[in-house]
């Protein structure tokens, strides 16, 4: 039976996770197209604490209230991920079926900080492979997704040497653990804490940010991925070889609209743009846990209720990997 009524995080005003209140709302009415997962686990990311915080690269916030509201949010729950059972099919629905265990992501729809999820069968949703827990596959999707959609752009061959900027967060260790099943030389920036744990998932060199200029590494990188924005193109340009290609994961809205002119007259390709989830986009990364490239991290698990409180742990900016909320 499904309840009138649902448990959802409700984003109350825009600033520090106390805004994130718990609270009743109407279960999602699902059309025709539609699926309604009932959640059993999300993921907590750093794009839901960006938006909460307003805290975004610079440039970005105007943008950013555009979307989600200057003083009252427009999204009221917040996000992407979801894992969980169709308990509800619409009439024109053919592809799933009720009890089907599936993952995937409501993208801009966000909303799935929510005990029931809506989605349309055609969108970001596949079914959760065999083997794999919803918890498990809810940590991969949002950096699982975007390593997968900056390596797409980036190519990477056998033997090339790539830089990733802080690879111990969730779209960090998702680049380190496909890259070095492509057989690069990873170079992984990261605090010491985390230097034995992305040994451990295929990084050949480790580098403290808290210790070292990151502007003097030697010798050149075929690739540097930034995902943090605390490496700008700019003043890192030498240490890419000549023909070196950078992914601007997270940057200033400056260096985002310099990056067509920048790859127009320099020699160096700037990578940039937005990962969104896709229905294909999931199979690939499902492909990528089937093979053993991608695997989970998860570092805390939260029940829902202290979903307030796993924000506050996201806002400090040093999880490993990935935060998963359960219901
Ligand atoms: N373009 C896109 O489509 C796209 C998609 C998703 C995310 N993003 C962006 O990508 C960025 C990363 O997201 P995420 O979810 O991976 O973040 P995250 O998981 O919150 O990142 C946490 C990690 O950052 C590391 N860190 C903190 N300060 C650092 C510093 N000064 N230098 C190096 N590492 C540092 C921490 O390692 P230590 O504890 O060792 O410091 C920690 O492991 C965000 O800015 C997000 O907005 C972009």
Redesign the pocket.
Known sequence: MIPKSMKAAVLTAFGAPEVVKIASRPAPKISGNQVLVRNIATSL???DV?IRSKNVPKGFKFLLSLVFGFKKPRKEVLGTVFAGEIVKTGADVTSFSVGDLVFGSTEMGMATHAEYVAIKDSKAIAPIPSGISPSDIASLV??GS?AV?FLDKLKIEKGERILI??A?????IALVQIAAVLGAEVTA???A??HAFLRANGSTHTVD?TTTDLTKLAPKFDVIAD????MPYKRHRHLLTKTGRFAL??GTMGETLAAPFRNLFGSHAIIG???LATKKGLLELVKLIEDGTLRPVVDKEYPFKKITEAHGY?DR????GNVVITF
């Not at 995902?227 to 605390?230: I, S, V």
């Not at 900016?317 to 490993?320: D, L, V």
Request: proline share 0%; net charge positive.
């Open positions: 990311n750093s794009g960006r949002f950096g975007t959609y900027n802080a111990a967060g969730s779209v960090g920036v990261a605090s804490k985390n940010y995902c943090l924005g605390t994961i997270s743009g937005t990962s996201v900016g040093h999880k490993r």
